[in-house]
């Protein structure tokens, strides 16, 4: 399973309408970014009581990362505005 495959079933698995869960990956030379996209009123759910799914998925990653010798950041997007997310 890829990791962008990965991160899209945790989020789908965590927030009430999984069809509006889209996830981009942007690959660059040393990091990987992916973009996880929900529907706004979702974003809560996502990230969890003081970040904590939030920074769970980001280990999950963090881990894929190490196994496949990639950087991998993760980005949570709502709509089209950029939500800062702190690493």
Known sequence: MAVKDLIEQIAKALVDNPDEV???LI????TTVLQLKVAPDELGKVIGNHGRTF??????LSGAGMKSKKRFVLELVASEDRIAVPE
């Open 22 to 24: 889209a996830v981009r």
């Open 27 to 30: 690959e660059g030379e040393e």
């Open 55 to 60: 920074h769970s998925i980001q280990k999950i």
